[in-house]
């Protein structure tokens, strides 16, 4: 028996015009036939979806109407409803599992968003986009739906919005809630991310807190344990780091998500090195979470002015029975980014979870809240109250619950006798004591004076000459044993720095031309050899060069560091005069023999008036002949040469004048 073909699913304005009881037969039609479907054999749904196309319509019209979230003259909540909703994914769930190949329509960027709305917290449509992502190669076919996207984004303006972008960015967010492969999609290259940090900035308040939440959905994406893509997540948050359009984008991701956290939480291996330095510079854009950014405070409407206040505690907590003014900003924060939640059911969040918006937003992004929360109506709303007319109830409600951030001052006069007010008040004077006090009345007042006998004994005791003992090093100094048997790295690489220096000082001292510039030099032996020697390149050799000569104090710290001097002279030159051999003309200082010179006891002689003549060395050997003649003569011409030479020749000189003076 063939099965009857589906209607479309109708849209609102149609479905405003049926009764309740004709719906309530359409639903139960739509059931019957779904199920005999789910029933068939995946051959004979192939055959079914080949010959008749009505069922895949009534699917895609059915996941679009259900997630459109138009105001309807009857609700979808019913039992019909329900059971209508779970024979639908289990065929959706056939069509994408078990038929091959899939219906195009059913892997459109459109249908799948909208699936991802309807059956958000569904574990089994997660479990069934990541089975076939791959399988379908959803990158491709999804990468029209990204340009699509990137270019709604770039059409931004601080004047004006694209008109459908509040609703692009509402499917986007459930999909990326629902599957990770996607983020990583719109992850790859930095076009996407580009588009988002020069779109924050033009867009509402409201945009862009669903901005933060993709942003902050794609990069949680790359952190995925199965699939990690951790160097392209460094690679776009350095991106934004660099850039002004960016770093705003990071400030507000990091103060209204737990993103760093998940952060310094989800990276490991050789990334994480990495991972740190970043959360280290994205951390000062982390700040209070009481302090980010303000949304647009929402009021809650009064449906009459009653004078009595309403005692009905109808949802069992604070939110029924009035709720804390200074708590409304939380609650729209979080309705900004989830709106399909009531103030009553996000109330109840913030008092399970202490009114932390990171943490609340955090397990609503991940589907993570317990069971008593998820059991709960998220469309539930507050009932609003009537007007208090006690003044007081309404200052109480205006103050904030939250503790003062201001801390208090304290100093270290703190519980003196003046902060506890127990202080004489004949102790307390203004200005000087002691009015008739100067300071000459001080310097002659002895009785505060140091004694004079024990100055004097100190500083008979005290040694200006002797030096205090170094005791720095001492082992109750340091505390422990200094142990100088081996020496440290510190020691080493300073015997490495010398052994290279000395090297350098004495090629330069040898041959300055080593460390000319130019090829030949460098192609050279010898500076090949040095290069072994030091270990140092070519531009390290010559820049030494280059520092040593202009710098003339180095060069002489350097020669009297190195110099070879030890302060021994183990051999006595010669200083006298000594003449060169005869007839080479050549002085000798070295030593030698003199030539025999006719003219030696002439004017340049022994007792020449200029003290030239040429005679033997009086510090040479004692037991050469012309070294003993010369000190004998020497010794013998001190008596009357010096002063008693000079007294006799004045004494001349007065005779012949007549006169003294």
């Known amino acids: 028996m063939d099965l009857p073909p589906f209607a479309s699913f109708p849209p609102p304005g149609l479905r405003k015009d049926i009764l309740p009881e004709e719906w309530e037969s359409y639903l139960g039609s739509w059931i019957l036939l779904a199920h005999k479907i789910n029933l068939l054999s995946p051959e004979l749904l192939g055959q079914r979806i080949l010959k008749d196309a009505s069922l895949v319509e009534f699917i895609v019209s059915y996941v679009i109407q259900n997630a459109a979230q138009s105001p309807l003259s009857f609700p979808l909540n019913s039992s019909n409803s329900q059971n209508l909703r779970k024979e639908c994914f289990l065929m959706i769930h056939r069509l994408l599992s078990e038929l091959r190949p899939v219906p195009p329509r059913l892997l459109e960027w459109s249908f799948l968003a909208d699936l991802c709305i309807v059956y958000s917290k569904s574990a089994s449509l997660k479990a069934l986009l990541q089975s076939i992502w791959i399988r379908e190669d959803l990158d491709t076919k999804l990468q029209k739906s990204k340009i699509s996207l990137i270019q709604t984004l770039d059409g931004c303006g601080k004047n004006q919005t694209p008109a459908n972008l509040e609703d692009v960015l509402l499917r986007t967010v459930a999909f990326l809630k629902s599957s990770f492969h996607y983020g990583q999609l719109l992850m790859l290259g930095s076009d996407f991310i580009d588009a988002i940090s020069s779109a924050f900035e033009k867009v509402s308040v409201p945009l862009q807190k669903k901005l933060i939440a993709i942003t902050y959905l794609c990069l949680s994406s790359l952190m995925e344990l199965s699939y990690p893509k951790l160097s392209l997540l460094l690679d776009h948050l350095y991106s934004l780091d660099s850039t002004t359009h960016g770093q705003f984008l ?82 729209t924060q979080i309705q900004d980014l989830f709106p399909d939640l009531g103030s009553a059911f996000v109330v109840r969040l913030l008092d399970h979870y202490g009114d932390d918006i990171e943490q609340t937003t955090a397990h609503l992004l991940d589907d993570s ?53 127990a202080i004489s008040p004949s102790q307390i004077h203004r200005g000087p004591k002691n009015l008739n006090r100067t300071a000459d009345t001080m310097l002659q007042d002895r009785s505060e004076a140091p004694n004079k006998a024990a100055i004097l004994s100190a500083l008979a005791a005290f040694d200006s000459d002797d030096d205090e003992r170094d005791d720095t090093y001492d082992v109750e100094d340091v505390g422990g044993t200094i142990d100088k048997a081996l020496p440290s790295s510190e020691d080493v690489d300073a015997d490495f720095r010398d052994n290279d220096e000395q090297a350098l000082f004495s090629a330069y001292k040898a041959s300055p031309e080593l460390f000319e510039r130019n090829a030949n030099t460098r192609r050279g032996k010898s500076r090949t050899n040095l290069k072994n020697e030091t270990g140092m390149t070519d531009e390290a050799i010559e820049g030494w060069a280059i520092m040593i000569e202009r710098d003339p104090r180095r060069l002489r710290r350097l020669e009297a560091k190195y110099s070879t001097f030890n302060g021994g002279q183990p051999e006595l030159a010669r200083t006298s005069y000594q003449v060169s051999p005869a007839g080479s003309g050549i002085e000798d200082s070295d030593g030698g023999e003199g030539r025999n010179d006719p003219r030696e006891n002439n004017r340049g002689g022994v007792q020449g008036r200029g003290r030239r ?24 011409s001190k008596g009357w040469r010096a002063n008693h030479n000079r007294r006799n020749q004045r004494a001349r000189k007065m005779a012949r004048g007549g006169f003294a003076g």
Request: charged share 35%; proline share 5%.
């Open 250 to 331: 990071c400030s507000n991701l990091c103060s209204t998500t737990p993103f760093l956290r998940k952060m310094r939480n989800g990276i490991s291996g050789p990334e994480a090195i990495r991972a740190e330095t970043l959360v280290a510079r994205l951390g000062h854009f982390e700040k209070d979470r009481s302090a980010s950014g303000k949304s647009k405070k929402a009021m809650l409407r009064k449906k009459n002015k009653g004078k009595m206040k309403d005692d009905d505690d109808e949802h069992g907590h604070e939110a029924a029975d009035g709720i804390h003014l200074h708590r409304l900003s939380l609650v």
């Open 369 to 421: 809240l317990p069971a008593h929360l998820k059991a709960l109506d998220r469309a539930e709303e507050i009932k609003a109250q009537p007007a208090l007319q006690d003044t007081s109830e309404i200052a109480a409600k205006l103050s904030p619950r939250y503790p003062s951030v201001l801390p208090s001052r304290r100093n270290v006069y703190d519980g003196d006798d003046f902060d506890r007010l």
């Open 613 to 636: 003549g040429r005679r033997g060395n009086t510090a040479a050997d004692p037991t050469d002949e012309r070294s003993a003649r010369a000190a004998r003569q020497e010794n013998a």
